[in-house]
C-alpha cells in the first residue's frame, strides 16, 4: 500500500532527522504520499515516518479538546457556535453530525500499524538496529495506544484494528474487527503496552531528542508511562497505575542534586516565579496585585525551552506560525483573529468563584480561585478561555501579538495531572491522607511533626513503593538534618493560595476523590481532560449522576431550556455516555 505521511510542524519533520542525515532525509519525493520503497530505508527514514505519525496526530487537536472539553461541564458554545457544536454541547449528536465519525482517529492508527509492520521487517532486515527499532516501534505503539484509549472514552464499543490495512473502510467491517467493549478495550491494550519492551523517552543525543527551531522535541513524545497508569486507572489496577504515575514524579530524582531534583514534577517551589508557578500576590491579600507576568499564568505563555516548562509540562507540542498545520486553538476560542466558538461555562466560572483562598495580613482570604482570573478573562465584554492563547494575545493589552502570528501549544500532560492521578489512585488503594496531602498541603503538610525533630514524621517510609515518600525538612535549626527528596512538594491548593479541602470524615474515600476531580477541573480546566474524569469516575462508582448532574447544571445555567437540559441529564442517567459510532 501507499502511506500518507503528512508533514507535522511542517519542515521541522526534516529539520530534526537533518541535524544527523544531512542530505539523506532529504531525499524523497517531493509528494506528500510515498512509495514505501522510497519510505524505510534507513533509520532517518523511520525517524521521518515516526514525525509523520506525530503530524498526523497533530491534526487531531481540535477535536481533540473539544470532545474531552465541550461534552463536559466547564465548556460551553458562543451565539457562533454551528449546530454540531451544539449537539455535542447537549449530548444530542446526530449521525450527521461530523464528530460522530471516529475515522480521524482511524487514520492515525491505520498509519500507526502500517509503520510499525515496516520497522519490524527493517529490522529483520538489519536497516535498524536492535535500539533504534525498540524506541522508535514503543512510541508509534503509544501513540496508537493512547488514541485507542480516547476512541473508547467517547465511543464506548469500538474496533481494535492493529493490522496495516490497505482500506481504511475495513475497520467499518464487523465480520473482520468486531466491536469491543470498552472494559475488553482496556485488557487488550494493558496486555499490548505492558509487553512493549521500551517504557522510556527518546535518550539524549538520538536523532529525535534534539532542538528545532528552539523547540526541544523530547516533549513532544507520548510518555509511555503515564499513558500505563491510565490504562491501569481506568481499569482500576490502582497499585499498578500508582506505580508507573510514581516513576513518571521521580524524573527528576537522578544526577545532580539542585532545583530540578527537588521539584522536576514533584510540585516542588524553586523561589523563583517562572519555575514555581504559585498563585501569588505582590501585597499579600490585595487581589489587585495578583502576579500576572510570572507564576501560575506563565506556565502557558513560557517557550519550551524554558526551565520553568521542562519542569511543569511532561507533554505539549507547538503550534508555530512558521508551519503546518495552523493552530486551531484561535479559531475555536479567540474573539480576535478567531471564530470565537466556545467559552468557559457559567458553571466553571461558579467552581473557581465558590473557593477560598488562604488568609493573609489578618483578612479571611480572597474570596475565589484566583486560577480562574488566569485560565479565562473578558475581551470586549465576552469570556475567553485564554490557557491557549497567551502565545497570541497580550496579556495585558487583549490585542494579538502579532495579528498574523497565531502561535500557541497542545497542552496534553502535566504535573498537576499527574499528581491528581496518582493520589486518585492512592486514594482507591486505601491511603487516603497521602491522597489528600498531595492536592492540599503537599506531604509534610499531611503528615507534619510536632517538634524540630522530623525523623518519625513528612514521610510515609513505612509504607511499600509506590507509596513510599520521604518528605522530611528539619529547617536551618532541626536536629537531625534532613532535606529529603521531596521535602519541597508543597501541594496543588497550597500551591494555588487556597484553603485545603475538608473531607467529610463519615465516607473519605468518596470525599477525597470527589475533591481530586473537582480539584482536576480548578487546576486543569479546558486542558483536554474533563470528561474522561468524570466519566472515570461515574463508571466507578457506577453512579451516572456524577456526571449527569454536572452536565444539567451546566446547560441550566447557560440559558438553553430546561427540556433541552432535561433530555441531556436524562440519557446521562442511562448510562447513554458515548457519541454514535458512525463510519462517514
Known sequence: MKMFIIKPIAMAVFAIAGLASCSKVLDVKPEDELDESDMYRNV?????????????????????????????????CTLNADENLRQLNTHAVTATNPYATPR????????CNDVLKHFSIMRAENKLKDAEYQQRYADVAFIRSFLYLQLGIH????????????????????SKFPRLPFNTLLDSLISFTEGVSFKDEYPGGTNLNVTVDGYPTAKWFINKKLLLGDLHLWKGNYIQAASWYRQVMETGTVGTVNGSYYSMYKLGWDSNGDIDHYISYSRAGDASTLVTTSQWRIMFEQAMNTEGFRREWVWAIPFDNKFKPENPFVKIFSPIGGSYLVQPSQEAIDM??????????????????ARGQLSWKLINGQPVVMKYLYNYINNSTNLPITVLQKDSKWFLFRQTHLHLRFAEAANRAGRYLLAWGLFNSGIGGAYPAPT??????????????????????????GVPYYRSDWYRNIGIRARANLVNYEVNSADSLTSIETGLINECGLENGFEGTRWPDLLRVAMRRDDPSFIADKIYNKLIKSGISSAYADQARAKLMRKDWYLPFVWQ
Open 155 to 174: 465511543y464506548g464499543e469500538i474496533p481494535y484494528v492493529t493490522d496495516a490495512l490497505s482500506n481504511i473502510n475495513d475497520v467499518n467491517d464487523a
Open 104 to 111: 480521524p482517529f482511524y487514520e492515525v492508527i491505520i498509519n
Open 352 to 369: 473557581w468563584n465558590n473557593e477560598q483562598q488562604r488568609p493573609a495580613q489578618g483578612t479571611p482570604g480572597i474570596p475565589y480561585d
Open 452 to 477: 524540630s525533630n522530623v525523623t518519625d514524621y513528612q514521610n510515609t517510609l513505612w509504607d511499600v513503593y509506590p507509596f513510599n515518600f520521604d518528605a522530611r525538612n528539619s529547617g536551618s535549626t
Open 44 to 76: 532517518y527514514d523511520a525517524d521521518a515516518a515516526v514525525i509523520g505519525i506525530y503530524g498526523k496526530f497533530v491534526g487531531l487537536a481540535e477535536r481533540y479538546v473539544l470532545l474531552n472539553e465541550l461534552r463536559a461541564d466547564m465548556l460551553d
